[in-house]
């Protein structure tokens, strides 16, 4: 197990791409604190974790809100003592107009995506 004993910050751990990233470091040894704003379904990824004998914590947190973000960190250091990874991943969209043919245009800055 290559992340043994390591202490990982996952966001956006509900789905896609960061679910999956829980779910691998889990099974390579790491202990996982993961944040999501969905907290059904990261508490079903936190279950399927455990049940594959994986450690996963599930903290409801929106990633845009700075106290939630900095919870999200206390909550991996009361629990764990330390933070060796962080995969700081979830998606924060803000400042957007509208969509063009499945593209969202951005007003004043901020991420724009297919």
């Known amino acids: 197990m290559r992340l043994s004993g390591k202490i990982a910050i996952i966001t956006g751990a509900a789905s896609g791409l960061c679910q999956a990233t829980a779910e691998l470091y889990a099974r390579e040894g790491a202990k996982v604190v993961a944040g999501d704003l969905n907290t059904e379904t990261l508490d079903a990824v936190a279950a399927k974790v455990r ?51 499945g593209a969202i245009i951005p007003v004043d800055g901020g991420w724009t995506t297919c």
Do not use: C, P, Y
């Open 51 to 101: 049940e594959a004998g994986g450690e996963m914590t599930a903290v409801q947190t929106n990633i845009a809100i700075r106290e939630q973000a900095e919870a999200l960190v206390d909550a991996a250091l009361a629990r764990h003592g330390r933070l060796d990874i962080l995969v700081n991943n979830a998606g924060v969209l803000d400042n957007f107009s509208k969509r063009v043919n």
